[in-house]
C-alpha cells in the first residue's frame, strides 16, 4: 500500500494541472470574445458607413427587372418644379447648339489662281459649283451673291443634254451665269436638287478650309483640221418658250454641238456666237469632271467667264476628241 502512495500522489497532481489548464483556457476565450464585441460595436471602427456602397455592389447592380436579394438603392428625389423647367430649357438650348449643319459652303482650288465655291449637302453630296474665282476672298464673296440669287430674284434653268440628262444653272436677273449644278438622271430629280439648294444654301456655313478638288484638265490646242470630208456644220438661232435667245452649234449629221446661254435679243444670240467661235479657235477650253467622274468641257473667255458648257463623256478622250470636233466645225459653220 505504502508503495502505491507516490504513483496516486503523481496521478492527482496530474490531474489538477489539466483541469488547470482547461479553466485557463476558457478564461482566455471568454475575454477574447469581450474585446471583439468592443471592437465591432465601436463607431469610430474602420469600416464602411451605413449610407456607402460598396464597389461590389456597384459594379454587380442587377439590371432593370432583374430579382436580386441586394436592397435596391433608393431613387434619386425629384426636382422641384422650376428647377425641372430650368433644366428642361437649357437641355433644348444645347441641342439647338450642337444641331449639324444642313449642309456646308467650301471654296476648292481647281488650279492655281482659279476657286471655284462648291456646296455639298450634310452627306457630302455635291450640289451645286460656282464660276470661277480668281481669290479664295472673291470665292468665299461669291457665297454671299449665289444666296442671295437662290433667295431673291435669281433664275434656275433646267437644261437636257443629249444623253437625256438633266442638269440646272443658276442666273441672276439679268441672265450672268453664276453656277450650275450636278447632273441628274431624270428631270424629277434636278427639280429636287433646286429645292434642296433652295433650302440648303443660306444656313450652310462656309468652310474655313481651302480644299483642292479634281483639278481643271488642261487642253493643249492643237491646230484646227478643217479639210475633212462630210457635210458642214450650221448654226441657229432660236427662240426659246421663254421669249429668250440662244445660238446653237449642230454637226453635218445634225447632232447638236453646243448651245450659247440664252440671252434677251437674236442680236445677242449673234453676239454670243461669234463669241464662241473666236474663243473656239483661241482653244480656250477645260476640261472638268461631274459628281459621277464623267469629263465635260468649258468654252471660256479671256477673263475665264464660261460662255457655255459641253456635254458630258465616259472617258478623257472622247471629250477632247468633241473640243476637237466642236473647233472644227465652229471654223467652218455657217448660220442658218
Excluded: H
Amino acid at each position: 500500500m505504502s508503495q502505491n502512495v507516490p504513483l496516486i500522489i503523481g496521478i492527482v497532481l496530474a490531474a489538477v494541472l489539466l483541469v488547470g489548464i482547461i479553466a485557463a483556457a476558457i478564461l482566455m476565450n471568454r475575454s477574447d470574445k469581450k474585446k471583439n464585441k468592443l471592437k465591432y460595436s465601436d463607431k469610430s471602427a474602420d469600416y464602411p458607413a451605413a449610407e456607402e456602397t460598396p464597389l461590389w455592389a456597384v459594379a454587380d447592380a442587377p439590371e432593370y427587372g432583374e430579382s436580386n436579394s441586394k436592397q435596391e438603392p433608393a431613387p434619386a428625389a425629384e426636382p422641384a418644379a422650376e428647377e425641372k423647367s430650368s433644366r428642361t430649357a437649357d437641355d433644348q438650348t444645347a441641342r439647338k447648339r450642337v444641331k449639324p449643319a444642313a449642309g456646308a459652303w467650301t471654296v476648292e482650288c481647281k488650279r492655281e489662281g482659279e476657286y471655284v465655291a462648291v456646296l455639298c449637302a450634310k452627306n457630302g453630296e455635291l450640289m451645286l459649283s460656282s464660276e470661277t474665282y480668281t481669290t479664295v476672298e472673291g470665292a468665299r464673296s461669291g457665297v454671299a451673291t449665289i444666296v442671295r440669287n437662290i433667295t431673291g430674284n435669281g433664275n434656275f434653268v433646267i437644261y437636257r443634254d443629249k444623253s437625256d440628262n438633266y442638269y440646272y444653272k443658276l442666273k441672276t436677273a439679268g441672265n450672268k451665269l453664276l453656277c450650275v449644278g450636278e447632273i441628274y438622271k431624270s428631270k424629277d430629280q434636278c427639280e429636287k436638287a433646286v429645292e434642296s439648294v433652295k433650302r440648303l444654301a443660306a444656313e450652310a456655313p462656309v468652310s474655313d478650309d481651302v480644299v483642292t478638288g479634281d483639278e481643271y484638265l488642261e487642253y493643249v490646242p492643237m491646230p484646227v483640221q478643217t479639210g475633212k470630208s462630210g457635210a458642214p456644220g450650221k448654226w441657229q438661232i432660236e427662240k426659246t418658250a421663254e421669249g429668250r435667245f440662244r445660238a446653237k452649234l449642230f454637226a453635218g449629221n445634225g447632232q447638236l454641238m453646243l448651245a450659247t446661254e440664252e440671252v434677251s435679243s437674236a442680236r445677242a444670240a449673234g453676239g454670243s456666237l461669234e463669241a464662241v467661235v473666236k474663243n473656239a479657235a483661241e482653244g480656250n477650253f477645260v476640261i472638268d469632271r461631274d459628281k459621277f467622274g464623267r469629263y465635260y468641257y468649258k468654252l471660256r473667255n479671256s477673263q475665264k467667264s464660261t460662255i457655255c458648257i459641253g456635254e458630258t463623256y465616259d472617258s478623257l478622250l472622247s471629250c477632247v476628241k468633241a473640243i476637237e470636233t466642236v473647233r472644227r466645225y465652229c471654223a467652218t459653220a455657217t448660220l442658218a
